[in-house]
């Protein structure tokens, strides 16, 4: 009897299973027909199958996961207005979030010019300080922990011995007066590292107590615990937060005060979420029992260093259980070709979730290389056949050695404006034509081998599977922002080793200057 009971209850929870899903397959082949008037017109533009998917789609938790120029944003601004047009959802029921000042100001203007809907699309940190309104907290400069950094080394433990015989240690610099050390380039690693360790720290959700636990770093550990304090007792002497504190202490009011009853939270460029982040939405969530949909592309997670982690995006359901996961595959940017070379570029890293994009858009050769380093002889060529265009580097002096910048980042070329930016300020961005440079097989060059330090994986889950595993996305990133060529500068005698990549897996998609 036992047996029979639990294959009766395992059967009719199969069951139960497919008739929800019968069920969800009526409402959503009904709501697109009873929806259509909406669906077919966003912005001027009607959505795809896969986006209207995404939009009528109602469960506790969805993610969908996004290729390059397939219309995030066109979705979120459908699902928006679906939800105040379609469901009677109040404008101020609907939580929005973006990942960057820059992209939420876009999304919110997008929605009230075409709408009127007074949509706040906040930054994590603009919600934080939201929920923080009441408590008279001021933010610190951004350059405190690298002002606390500097005195530590030049007065802190300038006159302790045993602190300066431990610093020698970690420097390898035993004999070398003190004088030189401090203008040593090993210091200069030394103090990027340490701030680097405590923003992750922090944005990683560590407690004090887990330092001690790093004996094998014992020394630097012992540092870094010194600047630690340092820093918190001086945000705490002059009653500021910084960045990732506004997060943690939004979240701590948020589970023990009463908020708005949010119905709806949407948050786009999921792919670069933090944990400390995915704890502020979940606190939301419990708070509210808000429905939440996310927008990604994890092929685009670029920001791992600001303590950004793409295992929030790629075990989703780990963190908020029963998930319904969408794609939406048709990229309006791209043409085919060049999506399938970026396509089995990016796909060589080992964490990355497969998609299989399509464009209508057809480039026989959509790559272009030019040898050498004659940025005006290329510009010559490229303004030939297109007048906007975007430049892009990996550093943000990549540009110096051909043009210098105006104010606004455009250089001037023969009466054109053309911007320059690096690729991390690229994303999400998108240009008729763009040029790549500096890709040149060096330690500054793309990719970039500047290696990680093994301390840094005691703070950082999101830690490197395969060799150079964001700056594959990074480049994926440079390859997508053009909607016709995309036109690489390459070093003749250190060719990128991404560049002779490509020519071997895609040559025939590939032109030469």
């Known amino acids: 009897m036992i047996v029979i009971n639990y294959i009766d209850n395992k059967n009719r929870g199969i069951l139960s299973r497919i008739k929800t899903n019968i069920i969800n397959k009526k409402y959503i082949k009904k709501e697109l027909i009873d929806s259509d008037y909406i669906l077919s017109d966003i912005n001027g ?46 404008e101020e029921d609907i939580l929005c979030i973006s990942f960057t000042r820059d992209a939420s100001l876009n999304l919110e203007n997008n929605i009230k010019k075409n709408y009127n809907y007074n949509i706040n699309v906040y930054t994590f940190h603009k919600l ?7 408590k008279n907290y001021s933010i610190s400069n951004p350059n405190t922990l690298s002002y606390i950094v500097d005195e530590y080394f030049y007065s802190f433990i300038f006159n302790n011995k045993d602190m300066v015989i431990k610093l020698r240690k970690i420097l390898n610099k035993i004999d070398v007066p003190y004088g030189y050390i401090l203008k040593s380039k090993e210091l200069v690693n030394l103090k990027k590292l340490i701030i680097t ?110 303590g950004c982690d793409i295992n929030m995006f790629l075990d989703f359901k780990k963190y908020f259980g029963y998930t319904k996961i969408l794609r939406i595959s048709n990229t309006y940017r791209n043409s085919q070709e060049l999506i399938n070379v970026a396509g089995n570029f990016i796909m060589k890293n080992k964490k990355q979730l497969y998609k299989r994009l399509r464009s209508s858009k057809r480039i026989d050769k959509p790559i272009k290389i030019m040898y050498g380093n004659n940025l005006r002889k290329l510009l010559d060529i490229v303004l030939k056949k297109y007048k906007n265009i975007l430049i892009l580097g990996r550093n943000t002096f990549d540009i110096d050695k051909y043009f210098k910048l105006n104010k606004d980042g455009y250089i ?28 040149k097989d060096d330690i500054l060059g793309m990719p970039n081998k500047i290696k990680d330090d093994k301390i840094l994986k005691y703070v950082n889950n999101n830690i490197s599977t395969y060799p150079f595993d964001e700056e594959r996305r990074l480049f994926y990133v440079a390859l997508t ?7 690489l500068l390459v070093d003749k005698k250190h060719p990128s080793k991404f560049v002779l990549e490509l020519i071997k897996d895609n040559n025939k998609y590939i032109d030469y200057i």
């Open 412 to 439: 001037e070329y023969n009466g054109v404006y053309i911007k320059y930016l690096t690729i991390h300020a690229s994303k999400g961005l998108e240009e008729e034509c763009v040029i790549v440079i500096n890709l």
């Open 45 to 90: 533009y009607s959505l795809d199958k896969e986006q209207r998917i995404a939009v009528i789609t109602d469960e506790c938790s969805t993610l969908v996961i996004a290729g390059a120029g397939s219309g995030k944003s066109l979705t979120i601004i459908g699902k928006i207005r679906y939800l105040i047009e379609r469901k009677g959802i109040k």
């Open 197 to 306: 360790f405590i923003n992750l720290f922090k944005t990683s959700n560590y407690k004090l107590e887990d330092y001690l636990k790093m004996n094998k770093y014992k020394d630097i550990i012992s540092i870094i615990i010194d600047i630690y304090y340092l820093y918190e007792s001086e945000l705490k002497s002059t009653n500021s937060i910084d960045f990732n504190d506004m997060i943690i202490k939004a979240t701590d009011y948020v589970k023990n005060n009463d908020i708005h009853k949010y119905k709806y939270i949407i948050v786009d460029e999921y792919q670069d979420t933090s944990y400390v982040r995915y704890l502020f939405l979940k606190s939301i969530i419990d708070k509210t029992g808000a429905k939440i949909m996310c927008v990604g592309d994890d092929y685009q997670s670029i920001y791992r260093f600001n």
């Open 481 to 487: 922002r053009t909607k016709g060529d995309v036109y």
């Open 128 to 134: 934080a300080l939201f929920f923080l309104k009441d």
